[in-house]
Structure formats: C-alpha cells, structure tokens
C-alpha cells in the first residue's frame, strides 16, 4: 500500500496548484468571447499555432506542459504530480472464450486490467456495485471461485446477467435494486469486497459511504463522470478537502472528464462541426435578441449537421422560440463561428493541463475519506489511458 502521508502530500501540492492557477481552467470556456488572459504573450502563442500544432498538444501530456510552462511555471510541477504508479498486475490463466464472447473487446480488456490489479484475494466474496449485466463480476467468480451479488436497477440488465452466470455455472446471484436506495447497506456484508468499475458520479460516493457504514473489509473502486451528481456544488467527503478552499461546480467537475483518447476519426469530426455551428449560432442569437450571453441550446441530433449551416440556424432558432429575419449572411457567421472554434480549441488546450491534476483532486479526495475511516488506501493506475482514461484506481483494506 502507498505511504497514507504521500497521499495527503500529493493532493495538497494539486490543490495550491489548482487553486492558485484556477484562472486558466475554471472558465466556462464555450460561454466566452474572449478568454481571460487576452492579449498576453499566452494568447499570442496560442494564435500562432496551426490546427496540426493544436491537436498535436491536446494529444501529449508532456509535450503540452513544457510548452504551457513558459506561460504557466507550475505546469510541469501539475504533470509530475499526476504520475502514478501501475497496478502490479496479478499472473491470470486466459479466460476461455466463452467468458467474454459477448462482450465487446475494449471493454473486455479493461474488465481483464481491473482483475489482474485487485488485492490480494483473501477468499471474500464479492458485491459489485451498477453491475450491468455482471460482466467483470463473472470474471471474478471464474477467476477466484468466489460467490459474486451483482448490484444493478435495471431489471432486464439483471435477467440477462442471471442467465449468462446460470448458462456459464458461475457462482453469481443478479439483484435487483436502487444502490441509492436505504436498504442497500444489507447487501454489503462486514466480510466481502465491494468492486466497481465506472461506477458515475453519485453512484460511487454512495458506495464510499456504504462501505464506510458497513465496516466493509475491502474496496476497488474505479470512478467515473464526476459531475454526474445532484448538488450544484461538489461536497468533498474527505477533511482535507473540506478544508480546501478551492470549490468545484458541475460544469468543473465535467472538466475531469472531458477526453477524446478512445473517440473515432468520424465522432471528431462531428465534434468538431458541432461546436463550429453552435458557436456561430451564438453569435447570431447575441444580435437577434440584443443580449450579449449565452443561449442554453437543446441537444443537437446528428441529424441536425446532415444539412446546410443556414438550416441549422433555422432548426435552432425555431427551438429557441428566435424570429430570423429575411435577409441574413449566413456566411459571415459561419467564418464568425470557425474563429470562435479556433479561440475555443486553445482554451482547451490550455484547461487540458489542468484536467488530470483536477481529476487526480477528486480521486483523492474519496481516497483520503476511505483513510480517515480507518483503511490502508492505494492510488494506482490499472490500465494505459489509451485503453480508457478513467484508469485510476482506488483500494482499499479495513486495517
């Protein structure tokens, strides 16, 4: 297990860090005519840069800190912070075919990762928590003969697990049931494991606390989509962060997300001409209601960037309840909007140095909530962020 003191020292230099910088990352960056730091030598820097140069620094983590470093000096200090050790990964006999031949091979691999990163089996049954259909829970009862309860609300999803682990013979029991309901607590026995592999937001919190009020003896706990929770405001669970005096919205706990590694050519481009639209269609709305903020837009279907830019200024404004007027150049709007996408690009270029660090800030404050209620905690990698990059990993053992 880590040293507890290096995990505490290790959110306290994130956290000045965070804090002191939150002017580059704390933005709500879509929202923006104009970034905070205008007319700096960083925002030359970032202009000067060709759309190749762009997307080659959002793609590097390193190259991208020493080249933000001469603007921001803890940019590389932020990097170092954020390297982790990799799980040591448990020897496991290839499953056979039959395990996984339904699942698809991505996630296949990371169900494997998070397996062969697992403490020590010690011979505790398992709970897995938001199970779907018990995927990576048919891999542990295959792997360490031990019974395997698989949490999940969606009752199909249940029935089509239950019938996987009957067909396959494994020792796996499908439940029914609302992990944030009150009667959770009675699946989670003193003496099992409790696992979970992206489980979102208020999903995971309530599995932290959980496995606190029930004295359960072990934890491995991948989060996910942080910002997937009710309060406007993040409400840290450790005392350390309690103490921070940064404060986190939804929208900054969605920066913790906001990665294209695993996305396709095809959904980056549709990305890309997503937000070149609706960043021109924000400037048009600017002018028509003669009010210079930002608009909330519906969800766009993909349907919507099938046609021409003009009919989908129409299709928005016709949802926004906006009178276009008869004579108007869209062009103008269109290069408008395509400027906007370049200005856009380099305040996220600039937030991507911050989102592992703030990433890292909140994994560490579920970690040091799990020490503070009496647990040898571990922070670790267990897979390549090319294979997924929600790959951090807590655990954690009732000492």
């Known amino acids: 297990m880590t040293d507890p003191l290096t995990l505490q020292q290790r959110f306290a230099e994130l956290d000045r860090s965070l804090y002191a910088n939150r002017n580059f990352w704390q933005l709500r960056s879509f929202e ?3 970034p905070p730091w205008q007319g700096s030598s960083l925002q030359r820097w970032l202009l000067a840069l060709s759309a190749a140069d762009r997307h080659a620094l959002l793609a590097d983590d390193q190259l991208r800190a020493e080249s933000l470093a001469p603007f921001i000096p803890a940019a590389q200090q932020l990097l170092d912070w954020c390297q982790l050790e990799r799980a040591a990964a448990a020897p496991r006999p290839e499953p056979p075919a039959w395990l996984h031949n339904h699942i698809p091979g991505r996630k296949w691999a990371q169900i494997q990762s998070f ?3 697992l403490l020590s089996p010690v011979g505790r049954p398992f709970v897995e928590w938001c199970a779907g259909k018990g995927h990576l829970g048919r891999l542990l009862a295959y792997h360490h003969r031990q019974p395997v309860t698989s ?3 969606q009752q199909t999803l249940c029935l089509q697990g239950q019938q996987l ?3 396959q013979q494994l020792p796996c029991r499908h439940l029914q049931l609302d992990v944030l309901g009150s009667d959770v607590g009675a699946q989670l026995p003193r003496g099992c ?3 979970a592999l992206h489980a979102c937001g208020k999903l995971h919190i309530a599995l932290l606390q959980q496995v606190v009020a029930n004295g359960v003896e072990a934890i491995s706990l991948s989060p996910c989509c942080y910002h997937l929770q009710q309060r406007c405001q993040y409400q840290p669970l450790s ?8 404060r986190l919205s939804r929208q900054d706990l969605s920066l913790a997300v906001q990665q294209l590694v695993t996305a396709g050519s095809r959904d980056r481009r549709l990305r890309i001409k997503q937000l070149h639209w609706r960043l021109a269609f924000d400037l048009l709305q600017r002018e028509l209601r003669g009010v210079d903020s930002y608009l909330n837009c519906p969800t766009i279907p993909q349907s919507r960037l099938a046609g021409s830019f003009a009919q989908f200024c129409q299709w928005m404004a016709q949802e926004k309840e906006l009178a276009l007027p008869a004579v108007l150049d869209f062009d103008d709007f269109e290069q408008r909007g395509r400027q906007r996408l370049v200005q856009l690009e380099c305040i996220e270029l600039v937030q991507q140095l911050f989102r592992r660090p703030l990433e890292l ?3 560490l404050d579920k970690a040091l909530y799990l020490q503070q209620q009496g647990y040898a905690v571990a922070v670790t990698q267990f897979c390549d962020a090319q294979l997924t990059p929600r790959n951090l990993l807590i655990q954690g053992e009732r000492i």
């Not at 005392?239 to 940064?246: D, G, P, Q, R, V």
Request: glycine share 0%.
């Open 32 to 34: 923006l005519l104009h």
């Open 115 to 117: 397996d062969r990163a």
């Open 151 to 153: 949490l999940e609300l």
């Open 165 to 167: 682990a009957d067909k």
């Open 193 to 195: 494991h409790a696992v």
């Open 239 to 246: 005392a350390i962060a309690a103490a921070s005096s940064l």
């Open 361 to 363: 800030w909140l994994v």
